[in-house]
């Protein structure tokens, strides 16, 4: 579980901190967003339409459908994003401002 050691220990995530988990519906994300909600962050999530039930069981505040918005221009103030679309690459951590996370998220 390569999330948990980011969360907890990197990002060191707690209670009241906002944070962006990319492709909340997925293996890693629906986990992450169960870690995060039991730290007591605010959770925000992408997902398509057809997930955002899923994540809105799991505890997710604002769910955002990435086929049809932007997450950059959503949300502002978040203090983490946890990219989990990472892939062959692992789950990446973000603590940039959204702008440069935009640029970051359209590279992997």
Do not use: W
């Amino acid at each position: 579980m390569a999330h948990c050691p980011v969360l907890v220990e990197q990002a060191r995530l707690k209670e009241g901190q906002k944070i962006l988990i990319r492709g909340g519906s997925g293996g890693v994300g629906t986990f992450a967003i169960q870690l995060a909600k039991h730290l007591g962050a605010e959770v925000a999530t992408t997902t398509s339409k057809a997930n955002v039930d899923l994540v809105k069981r799991l505890g997710v505040d604002v769910v955002i459908d990435y086929k049809s918005e932007k997450f950059e221009t959503l949300l502002s103030g978040y203090d983490v994003a946890l990219n989990s679309l990472a892939g062959d690459k692992g789950v990446t951590l973000f603590r940039r401002t959204m702008s440069r996370l935009m640029r970051e998220a359209d590279r992997s």
